[in-house]
């Protein structure tokens, strides 16, 4: 008799349990996507300030746009040609005077090494 009353108990703790599990797994893709595009959706969105609603499209938008971000949230672009961009990381904000630290990254959109469309440097 003692098993029957704790049986229901189990099965809500079961599928509480089941339903977190579930949320962090579909909760899961969405948190690596952003992470992973960050750097791209900077270059693909943020380079051209005279785009329209620049400073609401743009997760990052050139320090020189005026959208009135903080440092971390800005973009200072160091150099652009038409295979690169070089940047100054986020990491450089609230560091001492000094202390440098950049990204080159690539216009067009690269898988890896192995990729036949990156440009030559990477």
């Not at 499209?57 to 746009?65: M, S, V």
Request: one cysteine or more.
């Amino acid at each position: 008799m003692e098993f029957v009353a704790r049986r229901p108990l189990f099965r809500q703790l079961f599928t509480i349990l089941h339903l977190a599990v579930l949320a962090l797994f579909l909760a899961a893709p969405t948190f690596g996507a952003d992470t992973r595009d960050t750097l791209w959706n900077i270059v693909s969105m943020c380079m051209d300030t005279g785009t329209a609603d620049y400073c609401t499209t743009c997760i990052a938008p050139r320090a020189e746009a005026g959208c009135n971000r903080p440092c971390e949230n800005t973009t200072q672009v160091w150099g652009e040609s038409p295979q690169f961009v070089v940047i100054r990381d986020r990491k450089m904000c609230g560091c001492p005077e000094g202390f440098v630290h950049g990204l080159a990254l690539p216009r067009n959109r690269v898988t890896g090494v192995e990729d036949p469309g990156r440009p030559e440097g990477i």
